[in-house]
C-alpha cells in the first residue's frame, strides 16, 4: 500500500529548485531506501504508473519528477544540454537529501544518469537500474561502427520537425507490443505528443550527439541494464549491450519480446528486475 498523506506530505515541498530558479515538479511515495525515476524522452513522471506501486510495496520510496520544460515542471527555453539536465537531476537529489538511492532511468535517462554520476559522484547511489538505455553512442563513426547513419539520423529529425505528431504515429506501433491495448497506447502517445517541439528536439540532440562511453567506464556502482530483444527505437547490439559491456561489473537482463516501451508491456518483469536487484 502506499504511505499514509501525513508521510507523502513530509516528502513532498512545493517543487525542487534548479541552480537558474526552474521549479522541477516531483512526486515522493512511501518510505524506505529511495528509487529514484528519471523519465524517458519527452516523457512526463506519470509514465512511471506501473512501477511506483510496486515499489512502494516492496517497502521503497519511489521519487519521480517532471524534467525542465514537461509536464508540471518549469521552462525557460534553455539548459537542454546533459551537463544541466544532470545538474537538475543533482539537485532533485540534493534537496531531498536522498541517501544510498537506487538510480532508475528509462532511454535518454541512461544518458543523464551516467554524466550525473561523473559530474557529482556516487556518493549519494548505490546502485543504477538502465531500461533500454539509448547510449552509450548512438550515431556512427569511424570508432563505433554499429551506429545509426547520420543521413537517417538527419531525416528523422527533419520530419520530426515537420509534422511531430506524424512522425510519432509514424514510429509508435513498435514502441509497443501488438497486443497493447489501444487507450493504453493512446494515452503514452498523448503524454508524448503534450511535449513541446522545442524542448523535444533541444533534449533529443542533448544525448543523441553526445558520446557517453567514457561516462559509462566511469560509473563505479552497481549496474543492472534491463532491454528488449526486440526494442526497434534502441536496438539491443546498439545500446544495451554495449552499455553493459562498458559499465564495470554490470548485469544485462534480456526481456525476450520485449520492445521499447518494456516499463509498460513488460511491467511485471521490469519491475521485479528493479526491486530484485535493488534488494541485493
Avoid at 499514509?4 to 513532498?12: D, E, S
Avoid at 528519471?38 to 504508473?49: E, I, K, L, P
Wanted: with cysteine; charged share 20%.
Amino acid at each position: 500500500m502506499n504511505a499514509p498523506l501525513k508521510t507523502i506530505a513530509a516528502h513532498y515541498p512545493a517543487a525542487i529548485q534548479t541552480a537558474d530558479g526552474l521549479a522541477l515538479a516531483y512526486e515522493s511515495w512511501g518510505d524506505g531506501p529511495p528509487i529514484v525515476l528519471v523519465s524517458s524522452w519527452a516523457m512526463q513522471m506519470a509514465m512511471w504508473r506501473q512501477q511506483i506501486p510496486a515499489l512502494t510495496d516492496a517497502g521503497f520510496r519511489a521519487v519521480a519528477f517532471d524534467r525542465r520544460g514537461h509536464g508540471r515542471s518549469g521552462g525557460n527555453g534553455q539548459g537542454y544540454d546533459i551537463d544541466t539536465l544532470a545538474d537538475d537531476l543533482a539537485a532533485v537529489i540534493d534537496q531531498l537529501d536522498l541517501k544510498d538511492a537506487v538510480l532508475v532511468g528509462h532511454s535518454m535517462a541512461g544518458a543523464e544518469i551516467s554524466r550525473y554520476l561523473s559530474r557529482h559522484g556516487s556518493g549519494r547511489v548505490v546502485k543504477v537500474v538502465l531500461l533500454a538505455p539509448a547510449t552509450p553512442c548512438l550515431v556512427k563513426a569511424d570508432d563505433n561502427p554499429l551506429g545509426l547513419d547520420p543521413e537517417l539520423v538527419a531525416q528523422s529529425r527533419a520530419a520530426m520537425r515537420a509534422d511531430f505528431t506524424a512522425w510519432v504515429a509514424d514510429n509508435a506501433g513498435p514502441f509497443f507490443t501488438p497486443d497493447t491495448p489501444e487507450p493504453t497506447m493512446r494515452w503514452l502517445i498523448d503524454m508524448l505528443l503534450d511535449c513541446p517541439l522545442s524542448v523535444a528536439m533541444a533534449t533529443l540532440i542533448a544525448y543523441f550527439d553526445v558520446d557517453f562511453r567514457d561516462d559509462m567506464r566511469a560509473i563505479d556502482v552497481p549496474a543492472l541494464i534491463v532491454h528488449g530483444d526486440v526494442d526497434a527505437s534502441a536496438p539491443l547490439e546498439i545500446t544495451g549491450q554495449p552499455t553493459a559491456a562498458l559499465i564495470p561489473g554490470a548485469k544485462l537482463q534480456v526481456l525476450k519480446g520485449a520492445p521499447h516501451g518494456l516499463f509498460l508491456t513488460h511491467a511485471e518483469a521490469v519491475n521485479r528486475a528493479i526491486v530484485d536487484f535493488a534488494k541485493a
